[in-house]
């Protein structure tokens, strides 16, 4: 069975930071590519960042490019995203998902975790 499960989400200050873990099992970590995506309250789920499966290659959305980065360890089977210089509009649930090729999603995000909530306040 495929689970992913992602962990370290929680309340902080504008301007913090928190690092995100999703880790992976019932498949092979290492062949494909991994997305994190977002949905903050009363909106649809936002694509935040990709790695390919040997995470020489990322990209992100406009709207964290230079401030989150994505990783990934194949050996722990488990794909990170650090969040600095956070902001309001970063609140919302954080989810990874599995993509089905090695390096792209092609918009299918089907496969994700159930999240883990993500709260940026003073």
């Known amino acids: 069975e495929v689970q992913l499960v992602e962990s370290g989400g929680g309340l902080v200050q504008p301007g913090g930071s928190l690092r995100l873990a999703c880790a992976a099992s019932?498949?092979?970590?290492?062949?494909?590519?991994k997305a994190w995506l977002r949905q903050a309250p009363g909106k649809g789920f936002e694509w935040v960042s990709l790695i390919n499966n040997v995470g020489s290659n990322t990209r992100y959305s406009d709207s964290v490019k230079g401030r989150f980065i994505i990783s990934r360890d194949n050996a722990k089977n488990t794909v990170f995203l650090q969040m600095n210089s956070l902001k309001p509009d970063d609140t919302a649930v954080y989810y990874c998902a599995k993509c089905e090729l090695a390096n792209s999603c092609l918009g299918n995000y089907a496969t994700r975790g159930r999240g883990t909530q993500v709260t940026v306040s003073s």
């Open positions: 019932g498949f092979t970590f290492s062949n494909s590519a």
